[in-house]
């Protein structure tokens, strides 16, 4: 037994540098068992199992699925393979926890929704920037007025993971900033902004298609705006704040994982020489309060968590759709000159 009364086997698929996170993160959450692990390779998975702790290896995820010692399964594989695995595993009866983005498109999102509802299990795109308790209060605090009426938000998430001739990012893999990146400034410009009336996006697109940097304005009622952008190949200073009638609020980097935020309001003068620090202590790897809250809900046998539901999964893949639009639209499409 633990502090939830009921304990949930997890298991992780896919042997990556986010499975290591979270494996790690799992053994600092209350109720959560680390139980298997596959990789396409059965010595891989023996290797990742003996050293994070894990008690069963499988050399594929079928073997994994066919596990009935699994409760529920982190899906943490490239982004085109998320949709197909994650409804196996459903349909396998296991709980699914699948790596943002959930999906490749709004459309791949809904059958994963209609293939959560026909099972009654829990589904979930592990969109943990949700759960970080500083994000959850400044959301909380733009929402309350603390800044006034929100007005305009930036935020950037530039960050060079590999030259532009990348033989890691491939369109098979769906490979792309505005999935793996873009995916939280869009995220905090929902949250605050809520959905935008217009979206206009520019940006530099492989001539594969994977799309390197990314660039969006979303337009809202009365001249309010988000200015967001994403690089898997430049730094884009990874920060983030939110402006209203009354002062703004300032994120740090890493903005998607920050401990803390400062609030600048009143006159002037004020707001340019004071700030009021918001700070949390991370726990682990920053993913344990998302890994506690989905423990908690498969334990209480919900399908859903209120924080991220499957609605807000396929309105975020919708605004993203929207984007790779704009991104795509002769005027909009600067193909990248050699
Ligand atoms: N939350 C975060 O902070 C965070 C950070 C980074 C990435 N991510 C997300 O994590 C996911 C994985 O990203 P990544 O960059 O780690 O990807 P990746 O390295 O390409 O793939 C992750 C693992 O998936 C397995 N895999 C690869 N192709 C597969 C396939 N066709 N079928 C089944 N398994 C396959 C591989 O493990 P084996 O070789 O052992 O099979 C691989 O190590 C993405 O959705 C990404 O957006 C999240």
New binding site residues.
């Given amino acids: 037994m633990t502090t939830h009364g009921a304990e949930v086997n997890w298991a992780v ?7 290591q ?1 979270i494996a790690d993160d799992l053994r600092l959450t209350p109720g959560a068992r680390r139980q298997a692990v596959c ?3 059965p010595d ?2 023996r290797a990742f199992a003996a050293d994070r702790g894990f008690a069963v290896a499988h050399g594929s ?1 079928a073997a994994l699925l066919d596990d009935s010692t699994v409760d529920a399964v982190y899906i ?4 085109s ?2 949709a197909a695995i994650a409804i196996a595993a459903l349909e396998a009866g296991k709980h699914v926890l699948i ?2 983005p959930m999906a490749v498109s709004a459309e791949q999102g809904r059958q994963i929704a209609r293939a959560a509802a026909a099972t009654g299990l829990f589904a979930m795109e ?1 969109m ?1 920037m949700r759960f970080n308790p500083a994000y959850r209060d400044l959301v909380a605090a733009a929402r309350s007025g603390a800044i006034g009426e929100v007005r305009s938000v930036r935020a950037s998430f530039g960050l060079p993971f590999g030259p532009a001739d990348s033989t890691r990012w491939t369109e098979e ?1 769906a490979s792309s900033t505005l999935l ?1 990146q873009g995916i939280y400034p869009v995220t905090l410009a929902l949250d605050v902004l809520g959905r935008p009336s217009r979206i206009r996006a520019t940006g530099r697109v492989r001539d594969d298609g994977v799309d390197l940097t990314v660039h969006a304005t979303f337009e809202y009622e009365d001249h309010r705006f988000a200015q967001l952008s994403a690089s898997m190949v430049e730094y884009i200073e990874p920060t983030a704040s939110a402006s209203g009638s009354d002062g703004w609020m300032t994120v740090p980097a890493p903005f998607w994982a920050a401990d803390e935020f400062t609030t600048r309001v009143g006159s002037i003068a004020r707001a340019l020489t004071e700030q009021h620090r918001t700070h949390h202590e991370r726990r682990g790897n920053g993913y344990v309060p998302m890994l506690e809250a989905v423990t908690l809900a498969i334990a209480e046998h919900r399908t859903e968590h209120p924080t991220h539901s499957l609605a807000d999964s396929i309105a975020t893949l919708e605004v993203l759709d929207a984007v790779r639009h704009s991104l795509s639209s002769p005027t909009a499409r600067p193909k990248e000159t050699r």
């Fill in positions: 698929i896919g042997t990556g540098f986010i499975s996170s990789s396409r390779d891989r998975a995820v943490a594989t490239p982004h393979t998320h790596e943002k592990a943990w893999r793996d």
